[in-house]
């Protein structure tokens, strides 16, 4: 069984849509992270949440919306999708937050606007 | 510039050398981890180790933490094609909220 995992693995859509992305993690895990890649490879944090609370909001635009229904899923909501939006997102979980603990990456989707 | 950053940002080895990456980083930490990526793949965790810890081993990696300098390595020994990935170095606090802040990787390449 897959322990994160995220989907679509990859999305192309135009500018100006909407779209979603979708994570769960069955590690029973507190803590679940969005985190963006640049092309450079370069990560960076987008959001966390614990428990369904949101501990880290990044300063990312506000047409990113996470959701956490249940402490095992957080979806990532894009509004009015700009070229600079793409890039590769990773959904990640931890056992406990405050970078004490491992954390366990999905796969990614590789979101490409056109 | 990036809290953790590795070095170098590219590495090309052959089959049976060891590989040394170096991450650097600025400011107290709780714990360093080192993460590998496949191509086009997720991070996958390889090791932690704890701001109280100097070294530590897994298998064929050896990780070494010097607080002093805010700085680690990540040792490959005898590697491998499949070692083949990116490496990451991400530091850990507990006041920074519940995040990983990640270096910018090193490209590491086994060559047959």
């Known amino acids: 069984d897959t322990a994160v995992s995220q989907t679509p693995k990859y999305l192309v859509t135009q500018m100006g849509n909407d779209k979603s992305i979708k994570c769960e993690q069955n590690l029973g895990h507190d803590t679940m992270y969005w985190y963006k890649q640049d092309s450079k490879k370069f990560l960076k944090i987008m959001f966390s949440y614990n428990n369904k609370e949101l501990i880290i909001n990044e300063t990312v635009p506000n047409r990113f919306s996470p959701k956490s229904p249940d402490k095992a899923h957080l979806n990532l909501h894009i509004n009015s999708l700009e070229l600079g939006d793409s890039a590769v997102y990773f959904c990640a979980s931890s056992r406990i937050g405050g970078g004490t603990t491992e954390a366990f990456f999905g796969q990614g989707t590789r979101l490409t606007v056109v | 510039s990036q809290q953790g950053e590795e070095d170098p940002q590219a590495l090309s080895i052959q089959e049976g050398e060891n590989a040394t990456m170096n991450c650097s980083y600025k400011t107290s930490i709780n714990n360093l981890q080192w993460y590998r990526q496949n191509s086009g793949r997720g991070l996958v965790h390889l090791i932690l180790?704890?701001?109280?810890?100097r070294e530590k081993h897994s298998g064929r990696l050896r990780v070494t933490l010097d607080t002093s300098k805010k700085s680690s390595s990540l040792l490959i020994t005898a590697s491998r094609a499949a070692d083949t990935a990116s490496y990451f170095c991400a530091t850990g606090k507990e006041t920074s909220g519940s995040r990983l802040t990640f270096g910018e990787g090193t490209q590491l390449t086994v060559n047959p």
């Open positions: 180790i704890r701001s109280n810890e």
